[in-house]
């Protein structure tokens, strides 16, 4: 066949496009010609050779961490997975991208969906699942569908069902969409929506999806954009693929760069590979024109907030090889998973949220605080209750309604959700609240001047302390 | 340490001590003496752990190169604590397994669940039917906030909502506990309950269409730790703590579900189960928990009637006119229908009467109906098995019906039964020489009857019953009978003694004495010792 690929908007020179390789290409499509034409599903022609246990090594050697937001080793999830399990074994793709600020996975859906497909049935021979399900969030409809047609194309083409490609091996997919809630991306709550009930994330210990997932059966909940790795980790070798990256934090990993900047949008970098100067100033443009840097949040919104002129310390060799501290400015940060977590923020779901001079702290808070009061799932006490009161003090903040004592019941409320839920829930909307209290101080304790209302008024309502006098356009 | 094979070594605030392997947790630290407070865990059901409240600290043996446990200078084991608290209400007890239940850390934990639980509360104790019995006030006292810190409006829900015939639901109160939604699917295997909405708006509710209509709907109530869930029967009835609480037994079936009379000054407001894992582990049904309130009704017998008397009659005058009524017949005219609603010792003297009159003619009314896998029996008569060990259940209640219809029968003493029920007619009744009725309520019988004895319900007396599974149980008085009402036993030892002249019984517990001496299932037995959870007996029921 004649076919040539068609060529691709040029990426920034600083991209190591892998998972990404398909997208935005000039003409390609979500059909499953090119992407056979390109080379699609040869990786699965070599994993089928491959004894489930080598594959499973190659994702161990690789060193990948999940993409979905905790950063959790691939390799090591999989060997929680005994070769000699009884139960069936289920894959689910967390395909319920719902962090605010990022947006990786629809595009593989859309644009690239046997990649993943590819990724998965890869996973599936070296876990020995033979029925997988992809759970999508509701309001991926279009990706649903496209996910939907190329399940159809590639079990047309002996990718999946019975005897794929003559092993022997039979293996079905489904694609469940969501009911549009956040917490279906949470691995357990996921597991129990697609059971049929309310996503109510399960307690851990004893509900490891590894050793009771799905239908009590041990369950492998991977992110679109892991599952995407697992076939270019068979493609060059774990060893090789290893060595793309920073030690502990391998391979390429796409930010979703979004917020105040010249350039939004995805770009797939090695894990590391710039530091979040560079991904600002050089790779996105930098700031919009006339501004400055004010905050950034690295990892999706429920990441810690950083602040333009904070500074950090962080563990660094020294000229004679011995560790010690090195203090960094924010521009100095390594966009990997450890160095963000050293300076007290998170990588996450890789969702990097930048904002200028012109925003208000306060406002900005408020609207994370919105999402995650809205998206709490009510089933455990502080979170339910916490996120909701959070949210609305931040409203009455802004509204101009701010007593004295906000800022610091806003960050005591926000300690008693963080380390006491069920689920990450509670740090995921926590932290926000946290970090901005903490760091953008002045700006909380600028909003909260008025005396508290009397206790003793029964009559008392909150609008009494919302006074006209400053409300808040952002 | 020496520890027995099924036992394990768990250090609770620095005490090491030891218990059985499968203790929860949250149990082990109460038998230890360190209460931990908690809303959703419930011993009889799943522990879904979102209360939050049992939070502590947990950690574990600090193990060295050799896989074994680092040791302090004590010789004690170092332990890895979990910076994150851990809730104690999923967790069983495992080897070594260290936890601090009041350190500052779970306090302030304690202090932040009480604050979130409480800001979107209504705080309307004032006018809380639960009020007395609310674990949000028990733990507001111990580990809340003596202010709040919520200045802004609260979470506005349904209040008053009828989710089925015999439960009120007011939604603001509730804390979302989800014990109710457990019980009606672990338990009363009917999953009618559960949550809509999210986040600080998630509310219970009933699935479209349904009500919580299950006989076992009213166990949410009790164990509601909040006053979410209320029951409409005893809604504002009475405050709970001017409640009298007696233990006692149901004696609506054939189970015998353990239970505990509300009453105040000669009323019975409510009954609620009393754990007895052999009986009815903490439940009860509905229909049995309800049927109290015949006690107080219309239908209610308090004085004593005489056919044909000009005026009201004493209990010597009516006990004297019983004995001689019955001395006329023949002792084959006589027949006594008994009970199964009759205690053992009633029954026992019920059986001595019918020998003292020389009659065999004697039998009890089955009361058969629909019964369920949980805890109704589809027998109702509460002490069949009574009346099958004291000689009373003898099949002839068709014999007695046929002597009666061919006239040679001519004197009948029923307990407690209508007979109109059973296979009598109205003129046959009318036409019987003397009928003496021993009963609480006003019936037809009774209406025929030519001497009528008011006689003790079940929260007026005390006694002891079989029940279906041959476990003898005792039941307690909470309240004093009505009017002229008085206990059965009383009233069938004095027609025993008006008849035969003998004596020797003056107190319930005398009729058990002679009635233990004689029945060997119940040998060295008494009242007393029976105890508040029964005793089993060797029994095999027909």
Not at chain 1, 399 to 418: F, M, S, T
Not at chain 2, 43 to 49: D, E, H, Q
Request: glycine residues 10%.
């Amino acid at each position: 066949m004649s076919y040539k690929p068609p060529a691709r908007r040029k990426p920034h020179p600083k991209e190591k496009r892998i998972v990404f390789q398909n997208i935005d290409r000039d003409g390609w499509s979500s059909d499953i010609e090119p992407y056979l034409i390109y080379g699609g599903y040869n990786d699965l022609r070599k994993a089928v050779t491959m004894k489930p246990a080598d594959i499973v090594n190659e994702v161990k050697l690789s060193g990948l961490r999940g993409r979905g937001g905790a950063g959790f080793l691939c390799g090591v999830k999989w060997g929680f997975i005994r070769p000699d399990e009884k139960k069936p074994v289920y894959l689910i793709c967390n395909a319920d991208e719902s962090e605010p600020g990022t947006f990786k996975d629809r595009y593989i859906i859309h644009q690239d969906p046997h990649q993943l497909l590819e990724g998965m049935i890869i996973a599936c021979l070296a876990l020995n699942v033979h029925l997988a399900y992809i759970y999508i969030r509701g309001e991926f409809p279009e990706g649903a569908r496209i996910l939907e047609k190329a399940i159809a194309q590639a079990r047309e083409n002996n990718f999946l069902g019975k005897n794929i490609l003559g092993t022997g091996f039979d293996c079905e997919f489904y694609v469940h969409r969501g009911a549009g809630a956040y917490i279906c991306g949470e691995e357990t709550g996921l597991i129990e929506s697609l059971e049929g009930k309310r996503a109510y994330p399960r307690i851990k210990p004893p509900y490891f999806p590894a050793v009771l997932g799905l239908y009590q059966c041990p369950t492998i909940v991977n992110n679109v954009e892991t599952l995407c790795n697992i076939k270019h980790i068979v493609h060059m070798g774990g060893a090789a693929y290893a060595k793309l990256g920073r030690p502990n934090n391998t391979g390429t990993r796409v930010l979703c760069v979004s917020g105040d900047v010249q350039r939004p949008g995805y770009y797939e970098l090695e894990v590391g590979g710039v530091t979040l100067g560079e991904l600002i100033y050089d790779i996105c443009g930098g700031m919009k024109p006339g501004r400055t840097l004010k905050a950034v949040i690295p990892g999706g919104s429920s990441a810690k907030v950083l602040r333009a002129d904070e500074r950090f310390k962080i563990k660094a060799k020294q000229p004679d090889g011995s560790m010690g501290e090195k203090e960094i400015g924010i521009d100095e940060i390594v966009m990997d998973f450890d160095s963000l977590t050293a300076i007290g923020s998170m990588a996450g779901s890789g969702g990097v949220i930048v904002m200028d001079d012109a925003r208000n702290m306060v406002w900005a808070l408020n609207n994370i605080n919105e999402f995650y009061a809205h998206e709490s799932c009510g089933q455990c006490t502080p979170c339910r209750e916490g996120s909701l009161w959070m949210k609305k003090i931040t409203a009455r903040m802004l509204e101009g309604g701010g007593v004295w004592r906000d800022p610091e019941v806003l960050k005591n409320v926000a300690d008693n959700i963080a380390g006491r839920t069920i689920c990450a829930f509670g740090e995921a909307c926590a932290w926000p609240t946290q970090s901005f209290v903490t760091k953008f101080r002045e700006e909380f304790v600028g909003r909260a001047a008025k005396p508290l209302p009397l206790p003793t008024s029964p009559e008392y309502m909150p609008e009494q302390l919302i006074t006209a006098e400053d409300p808040v356009a952002t | 340490m020496s520890t027995p094979p099924d036992m394990v070594n768990v250090q609770i605030d620095g005490q090491w001590m030891q218990f059985p392997k499968g203790t929860r947790l949250i149990e082990a630290c109460g038998k230890a003496g360190k209460f931990i407070p908690r809303y959703c865990y419930h011993p009889k059901l799943s522990s879904p752990g979102n209360c939050r409240m049992c939070l502590i600290e947990m950690g574990m043996p600090r193990l060295g190169p050799d896989r074994k446990p680092e040791l302090d200078p004590d010789g004690k084991p170092v332990i890895n604590w979990i910076p994150r608290p851990q809730i104690s209400c999923a967790q069983d007890v495992s080897e070594g397994l260290a936890v601090r239940t009041d350190s500052p850390l779970v306090q302030e934990c304690r202090k932040g669940v009480m604050e979130f639980l409480l800001i979107n509360h209504p705080l309307d104790c004032p006018i809380c039917d639960q009020a007395g019995e609310c674990r949000l006030q028990e733990f507001s006292v111990e580990y809340g906030n003596g202010n709040s810190r919520f200045l802004e409006h609260k979470v506005k829900k349904p209040k008053n909502v009828q989710i089925g015939p015999r439960v009120t639901l007011d939604a603001e109160r509730c804390i979302l506990c989800s014990r109710c939604i457990r019980f009606m699917q672990e338990v009363a295997h009917d999953d009618v309950l559960g949550f809509v909405d999210r986040g600080s708006y998630s509310t219970i509710a009933v699935h479209p269409g349904r009500k919580l209509d299950s006989n076992y709907s009213l166990n949410t109530v009790d164990i509601c730790p909040v006053g979410a869930l209320t029951s409409s029967d005893f809604r504002f009835k009475m405050r709970v703590w001017f409640l009298k609480e007696t233990k006692s037994i149901c004696t609506s079936c054939g189970t015998g579900c353990n239970t505990i009379i509300g009453s105040r000054e000669n009323a019975v407001y409510r009954q609620t189960p009393r754990e007895n894992n052999d009986v009815n582990s903490v439940w009860m049904c509905d229909y049995g928990r309800l049927n109290f309130h015949y006690l107080h009704g219309d239908r209610r017998l308090t004085s004593l009637e005489l056919k044909g008397a000009q005026h009201q009659i004493s209990w010597p005058e009516a006990i004297a006119h019983a004995a001689s009524a019955l001395k006329k017949f023949k002792k084959d005219e006589i027949a006594i229908i008994a009970s199964g609603r009759m205690t053992n010792e009633e029954l026992w003297l019920a059986s001595k009467l019918a020998g003292a009159l020389g009659t065999s003619l004697r039998d009890i009314v089955p009361h058969e109906d629909e019964g369920d896998d949980i805890l109704l029996n589809c027998d109702r008569n509460p002490n069949t098995s009574g009346a099958q060990l004291l000689g009373l259940s003898t099949g002839r209640l068709s014999a007695i019906a046929e002597g009666v219809r061919a006239g040679t029968i001519k004197a009948l003493v029923v307990c407690c039964e209508d007979l109109t029920e059973c296979g009598f007619s109205d003129s046959e009744l009318q036409k019987l020489g003397a009928l003496i009725t021993i009963g609480i309520l006003a019936n037809t019988t009774t209406k025929h009857a030519t001497l009528v004895l008011p006689a003790a319900g079940f929260a007026e007396k005390r006694g002891s019953m079989i029940n279906v599974r041959g476990r003898l149980q005792r039941m307690n008085r909470a309240i004093n009978p009505p009017g002229d009402a008085r206990e059965d036993w009383e009233i069938l030892r004095d027609l025993l003694v008006a008849i035969t002249g003998s004596n020797g019984i003056h107190a319930i517990e005398d009729v058990f004495k002679q009635m233990a001496a004689e029945v060997p299932a119940f040998a060295g037995l008494s009242l007393s010792k029976i105890g508040e959870l029964g005793v089993q007996l060797n029994l095999t029921r027909k």
